[in-house]
């Protein structure tokens, strides 16, 4: 029986020994091993010398040496029924001297690594205990606390949780609110909440109860390179972490995968899926405290492994999401030259990894989408923990690789967060191409949730220091960011002589079709928006020419939004359908739900034109369904639209 500290190991092998007892009528013999405690782990002879003395042998007639002893506990166990509890093992050596060898005798070891041994050598049945469920913790709370299931506070559902569900954990909670007034409970809880080390709060006078003690007791024993990675792991910013990050975290590859096993096997981390490690809360502070006695030069050595690892593989996967850029861009330190193409993304293509292993990375756009579901929370905290150890470049790169995924994905709260952190770090820093770049893509962010005052004052700014520093990219991409604020303000005009202002700065520019293409496509949507419908599909092929020939599905998706826009004013729905639905498809692809949401949409206009009001019903209803999961505010305009094709009596029917 094996789990981490404080998971109730021993309780529960008592108990269930208690509740079988009539079925060993010869006896139940119990030892404390002692592997994991105060003082030395008890040698086998020794817990031999006293199985053998309660089972009636004289002092005298116990053998010297531990072989000795071991048979002659086998033979006066044979033939009986004796239930053997050996608590609190180190090793499968320790408990293996005093397992009963007859048929009719059971033990029951428990311990908090994994007896793999045991298993392999013994025949024994490995059962790994968990943390208790929500329900169990809380309901062992409120009997502690003598309350009736009606009496149930909410309280007791965060106190469960700060107390990561072990029972020891919650026991002592319980306890110590049990003994005061009610309003201690509510006191308890705001301190496990606010107090940095809840170990402090959930302490105790009592070595065996005192959660810090008891998690020190396993990582003791731990090998060099395991208690290594359990300390750095405290700089790990959670809430799990893959075997690269690992890694990366110690700087030898080669021995990461034998420090796992050795944190696995005490339970000090946990495989909660295939090449993923996580830990609770408590375990995790307890790491942290670790972490804040090393030395500053091996705390920021490691954070900066931990960096370099996240942000090429953070790169790479961007990189798949678009493989259309095939260019690279310097790395933006603060050292390289002033003239850097700052709108580029720094997509490492050359297959060098930094020093941690290789990168996971996915090099597929699926797989890509979800190395970035998976790793998110964890890249969202590195910006924080980027940010404090002064890691300033690592933020804003970190934060630019971010920015595509959460678009795409209609998180449009965290790009604007994660935009910001990079802006804060490139002004720390006094990078002036890094803070013109952040004040842009964190303009284009403010626009998507509606904030066009915003958005315009910093792409001013950015507009300055871009031209001040001559950088022609960077200017190009500020006026196309201009020209889809002022789209989304209705000022087309506006917008329209900002794309061409991006243009005259992209011409000559043969080395880099995307930029043209990006420019003549602003300038088709704006023209499209100003029913100049025939301009703006003579401009959008162009786009659409170029954006295939580079294999730009976002921007082949786009376009083919507004040509089938123009295409539709102009009568030829038919048409207006084929596009949309390429651009449609595309989006789909892409894991463009917004987007896709809003083809759906002109896809039912088109088809309630053709006549067709079933199939334009079908297709608004998608729209909303993948509106309505995005939690977007334009979901309500889309419903409006719906309600109003049902009462004119257009959906459903010609």
């Known amino acids: 029986m094996t789990g981490t500290a404080g ?37 086998p002879a020794a817990a031999l010398h006293a199985v053998l003395l309660a089972l009636g042998v004289g002092p005298n007639a116990i053998p010297e040496d531990l072989e000795s002893r071991a048979a ?36 029951v070891v428990t311990s908090r690594i994994r007896l793999e041994g045991l298993v392999v050598r013994d025949g024994a049945s490995l059962l790994t205990l968990e943390e208790l469920p929500h329900d169990a913790a809380v309901a062992l709370l409120a009997r502690r606390l003598g309350m009736l299931p009606s009496q149930h506070r909410p309280e007791l559902d965060e106190l469960a949780r700060q107390c990561a569900h072990l029972p020891l954990t919650l026991s002592v909670a319980g306890a110590r609110a049990a003994a005061r007034s009610p309003d201690v409970l509510g006191k308890l809880v705001a301190d496990l909440r606010h107090q940095r080390s809840r170990l402090d709060v959930l302490g105790s006078d009592d070595a065996d109860l005192d959660l810090r003690t008891v998690l020190r007791w396993s990582y003791e024993p731990l ?15 959670g809430p799990d972490i893959d075997r690269g990050a690992c890694a990366a975290l110690l700087g030898e590859p080669d021995t990461a995968d034998q420090a796992l096993r050795g944190l696995v096997a005490a339970h000090l981390v946990t495989e909660h899926r295939p090449g993923r490690y996580t830990s609770h809360d ?31 593989a953070a790169q790479r996967a961007n990189g798949a999401l678009q493989p259309w850029v095939t260019y690279l861009a310097p790395a933006v330190t603060g050292a390289e030259p002033e003239a850097w193409p700052a709108s580029v993304l720094p997509v490492p293509l050359s297959g060098a990894t930094p020093t941690g292993g290789p990168s996971n990375a996915p090099t597929s756009y699926d797989t890509a989408i979800a190395w970035f579901e998976n790793e998110l929370p964890v890249l969202l905290a590195l910006l924080e923990t980027a940010a404090g150890h002064g890691f300033e470049s690592h933020v804003w790169r970190l934060a630019w690789t971010l920015m595509l995924f959460l678009r795409r994905t209609g998180r449009r709260a965290e790009r604007a967060g994660t935009q910001q952190l990079a802006l804060d770090a490139a002004e720390r820093a006094g990078h002036r191409h890094a803070r013109a770049a952040s004040r842009r893509k964190r303009a284009d962010a403010l626009a998507g949730l509606g904030r066009t005052g915003d958005a315009e004052s910093l792409l001013a700014l950015a507009l300055t220091e871009f031209e001040a520093l001559s950088d022609r990219d960077g200017a190009r991409h500020v006026h196309l960011s201009y020209a889809r604020l002022y789209e989304a303000t209705g000022r087309h ?24 293409a990006d420019c003549q496509t602003q300038i088709s949507v704006q023209l499209c928006h100003l ?4 301009e703006a599909l003579s401009h959008g092929r162009r786009a659409l020419d170029l954006y295939s020939r580079i294999g730009h599905q976002d921007g082949q998706a786009n376009i083919l939004r507004y040509l089938g826009r123009a ?43 053709c006549g067709d009001g079933e199939a334009a019903e079908r297709w608004r209803n998608a729209a909303l369904v993948l509106l309505e999961s995005l939690a977007h505010p334009g979901t309500e305009a889309i419903r409006a639209k719906a309600h109003r094709a049902r009462a004119d009596g257009t959906a459903g029917c010609p």
């Open 72 to 107: 002659l506990l086998r033979t006066l166990l044979t033939g009986r029924r004796v239930l053997v509890v050996l608590d609190n093992a180190r090793s499968a050596e320790q408990a293996r001297p005093l397992l009963p060898g007859s048929a009719g005798c059971l033990a």
């Open 493 to 516: 005009n506006d917008a329209l002589e900002h794309a061409r202002q991006a243009l005259t700065l992209s011409a000559g520019d043969t080395a880099n079709p995307l930029a043209v």
């Open 223 to 237: 090998s060099a390179p395991a208690a290594r990675l359990f300390r750095l792991l405290g700089l790990h910013p």
């Open 282 to 312: 408590l375990l995790r502070g307890f790491a942290q405290e670790l972490a804040a006695r090393l030395d500053a030069a091996q705390s920021t050595a490691a954070v900066a492994r931990l960096l370099e690892y996240y942000l090429d």
């Open 7 to 43: 998971v109730g190991k021993t309780t529960l092998a008592v108990h269930w020994a208690h509740r079988i007892a009539d079925r060993f009528p010869d006896g139940q013999l119990y030892a404390n091993l002692n592997g994991f405690g105060a003082g030395a782990p008890r040698d």
């Open 567 to 609: 295409e539709g004013n102009l009568g030829r729905h038919d048409t207006a359908i084929g596009h949309y639905e390429r651009s449609r498809q595309l989006d789909h692809q892409l894991g463009d739900r917004f987007w896709e949401a809003q083809v759906m949409d002109h896809l039912a206009d088109e088809y309630l034109a």
């Open 531 to 534: 029913a100049r419908h025939d």
